[in-house]
């Protein structure tokens, strides 16, 4: 062998090194690359199930807002349909208490008790019943000091029998459904 054969051989030792260094590289390079790959495969299932997580908290969120709303539209919509009821009650009474007046006033005109007065009492105590049952009562006036919650004063005069600020006389009744005023008394007042 030549000194030239010997540095031929030692050359091309020397790039078969060279060339398994690299291929090592490459497979270490390619073994990192596929270690990184499983280990932003991994990373990315976490965040997914982290994703998973919170896209659960939101639908249980809004789940949970979504049964606040119902709840509150279902009180909502009693209020008003006990509202709405009231109202009608209330028009249909308003409506109602002039009869009776009329009837109290048919009853007062009549000088002796007969069987119109009995009869014309009757229907009016039955009338006065139904109202009973809806929660709609006269109010008591005479003698009571004057409230604007409650009265409504048309006249005032002088009276030896009750102190300043008392009523003296009901001209029209009042009348309250479940304690609150639906019509007030029309009366006259003391100075």
Known sequence: MTNDDIK????KKEEDIKEEAVNENKNINNENISNDTK????SEKIIDYESD??????????FMRLQADFANYKRRTEAQKAE????????VVNDLLPVIDNFERAM????????TYDGIMM????????????????????????????HHAVLTED?????????IE???????????TLRPAMVKVSQ
């Open 108 to 115: 007062n005109s009549i000088g002796d008790r007969d069987s």
């Open 39 to 42: 280990t932003e495969e991994d």
């Open 159 to 167: 009276s030896d029998e009750y102190d300043s600020g008392y009523v």
């Open 8 to 11: 031929k051989e030692d050359i």
């Open 170 to 180: 009901v001209l029209q009744k009042g009348y309250l459904i479940n304690d609150k």
């Open 53 to 62: 997580d919170e896209k659960y908290q939101a639908l249980t969120d809004k």
């Open 84 to 91: 709405y009821i009231e109202l009608g009650v209330k028009k």
């Open 123 to 150: 229907i009016k105590d039955q009338l006065t019943e139904v109202l009973k049952k809806e929660g709609i009562v006269e109010m008591k006036a005479l003698g009571e000091e004057f409230d604007p919650m409650y």
